[in-house]
């Protein structure tokens, strides 16, 4: 039987859209490194549970894998390291830059 990996709850936090973590707490964090990392299979899946439980809050919820680290978790696919991060497009918040002098509106 293949090993579990380790998991978090995710979702989007239903009125700013934004990716969110379920804590160990029950809070919800937009901060992976505070996300309750899950080792076994079935708390995984009560967690998840709990988590769809919340529509007034939260949409989307699912177990994303993760690499448990010193630093907290870290994504262990590209696709939730890009989720975390955002979309390019944003002109505030994560993704924020100065342009260059110059540089057109788009």
Known sequence: MPRFTPKVVTANALIEGDVI??????????????AEVIADEAIAQMRLLDAQRQPGRVVGAYLADVIPGAQGPQPAHFREDFRRKGPSNYLHGKQETTKPEGAANV
Do not use: G, K
């Open 21 to 34: 973590y379920l804590a160990a707490d029950d809070s919800w964090t937009r901060d992976l490194s505070r």
